[in-house]
């Protein structure tokens, strides 16, 4: 018997941030998840129309588009901290009364698709990668078959389990799809910039990262080839992009194949092009540093989290405070400047007992951060308190010694036994004032960063 595949009409869509979103962070990238699924699913599904719903779009925008678009799928993709605006959005979307099935996907949904379920009129939840599992929905669809059994989806009749993940990543997002006057990046030497994502995974477990909510099977790292991580370079390139943040959790993962992803794109010679890309401490040598000041890296970003040991070794960063300078003064030898990411007031277990940094141990860590930037060996810091996000082995521990989230001046945080909500207050302002301070001595608050800077010394303020 032959199906006649009926035409469709899919939306894929961020929650509506708005236009005063632009140049924050939200609004720096499109979704590169929702990219991909478009740029794998429609070569398979020649008769499906994609439009993406992009991040800076207004509420009224947002829905508008889907009136005039009248989709037969529209697909959300969110995180847990973009929960209500999420769910806001989707209790709009059913309202316009339109016959729409509702699917939601991204970080949310797969660590918790019963919350979206209960809460939404969302028809189907996907979990994990959405490449293969919304090809097939949305094949199904197509020749009215049910889709309530198809791997990787929970429905409200059914948890249909996890889908495999995908062996070969070497394909493109729909770049094409993309406008890139619409996005901004806040830290950048060239004024277009996109991302891309030369692996999928990292190979770590850190305490307080909810990535394990993709650690779904074997193995944690799926690397595209060199080749093709150079041909999108190329594409890009071609399409005005001047500068590119490789953009996966960890570049440097494997040191051969970095070296021969440098290689290859050094054998473009793209002339005015420029990097950046998140690195490991503990495995960066003198040869690859070397090579990503060949290739014009000219920022690296690295999670260096704490100044102490004790601390490195509980949250599973598998670096040491050795590791953390010395890559710092090799970076500098070779003139890659660095955005560091420092954490304080942690929490781990160690042998069934609740441990957590201490205020002197954050004190260590400020004052670390104080000697980088006064010796030139990082030029940006990132200071953030300590959040236990879903999906973390560091929520199931807050949960377990009743230090779950709860709300101080601060935003969310953990309730430390012995440490008073005012101790992390003053040491969140110390670390926001030196962030303040760093960016007006080295000449930083530009007209692109005013407000956010703004917006911090207000909270200062305020605090």
Same mark, same amino acid.
Request: glycine share 6%; aromatic share 8%.
């Given at each position: ?35 991909y ?11 499906v129309?994609?439009?993406y ?12 588009k ?21 769910f ?17 996907g ?16 969302v ?11 919304t ?90 080839s ?36 440098c ?29 990503l ?17 004790r ?33 304080l ?32 060996? *990082? ?5 953030? #308190?300590?959040?236990?996000? /879903?999906?973390? +082995?560091? $929520?199931?521990? =807050? ?33 926001? *004032? ?5 960016? #007006?001595?080295?000449?930083? /608050?530009?007209? +692109?960063? $005013?407000?956010? =800077? ?10």
């Amino acid at each position: 018997m032959v199906h006649t595949q009926k035409k469709l009409k899919v939306i894929f869509a961020d929650p509506p941030f708005g236009r005063e979103s632009k140049g924050e962070a939200v609004t720096e990238s499109p979704n590169l998840g929702i990219l991909y699924i478009i740029g794998y699913a429609r070569e398979r599904l020649p008769n499906v129309e994609f439009s993406y719903l992009e991040p800076f779009l207004s509420m009224d925008e947002h829905l508008q588009k889907i009136k005039e678009i009248k989709p037969d799928v529209y697909a959300i993709s969110f995180t847990t901290p973009r929960r209500e605006l999420s769910f806001e959005t989707i209790t709009k979307v059913k309202e316009l009364g339109l016959q729409i099935l509702i699917v939601a996907g991204g970080a949310h949904p797969t660590i918790d698709p019963q919350d979206i379920l209960k809460n939404t009129a969302v028809d189907v939840c996907i979990q994990g990668e959405g490449e293969e599992t919304t090809t097939e929905l949305l094949q199904k669809i197509q020749v009215s078959h049910p889709i309530t059994d198809i791997k990787g989806t929970v429905n409200r009749q059914k948890d249909n389990g996890v889908r495999s993940l995908l062996k070969d990543i070497n394909f493109f997002p729909a770049w094409d799809i993309i406008d890139f006057e619409n996005y901004d990046v806040a830290v950048s030497k060239k004024k277009r910039m996109a991302y891309l994502l030369p692996i999928r995974g990292c190979p770590n477990y850190c305490t307080y990262c909810s990535n394990p909510v993709w650690k779904l099977e074997k193995p944690w790292i799926r690397q595209r080839s060199p080749e093709n991580i150079a041909q999108e370079i190329n594409y890009l390139y071609n399409r005005g992009i001047r500068e590119i943040y490789l953009r996966s959790d960890t570049f440097n993962v494997d040191i051969k194949w970095c070296l021969r992803v440098c290689d290859e794109i050094k054998k473009l010679g793209l002339k005015g092009m420029t990097f950046q890309c998140n690195l490991r401490a503990d495995k960066l040598d003198d040869e690859l540093a070397q090579r990503l000041h060949d290739i014009n890296v000219w920022l690296v970003h690295i999670g260096l989290e704490s100044a102490n040991d004790r601390v490195l070794r509980g949250i599973g960063k598998n670096a040491t405070q050795a590791d953390n300078v010395c890559t710092l003064e090799l970076l500098k030898k070779h003139k890659i400047k660095v955005y560091g990411f420092l954490m304080l007031y942690n929490a781990w277990e160690t042998n069934g007992k609740l441990e957590y940094e201490t205020p002197e141990e954050v004190n260590n860590t400020l004052e670390f951060a104080k000697s980088c930037l006064r010796d030139n060996l *990082i030029e940006y810091i990132s200071w953030s #308190i300590t959040n236990p996000l /879903i999906g973390s +082995k560091l $929520y199931d521990i =807050a949960r377990k010694y009743n230090i779950a989230v709860h709300n101080v001046k601060i935003g969310n945080c953990m309730r430390l036994p012995g440490i008073t909500e005012q101790q992390m207050v003053e040491h969140v302002k110390q670390g926001m *004032i030196l962030q303040l301070l760093n960016g #007006i001595q080295k000449g930083m /608050i530009t007209k +692109k960063s $005013y407000k956010r =800077a703004a917006q911090k010394a207000v909270k200062i303020l305020n605090m």
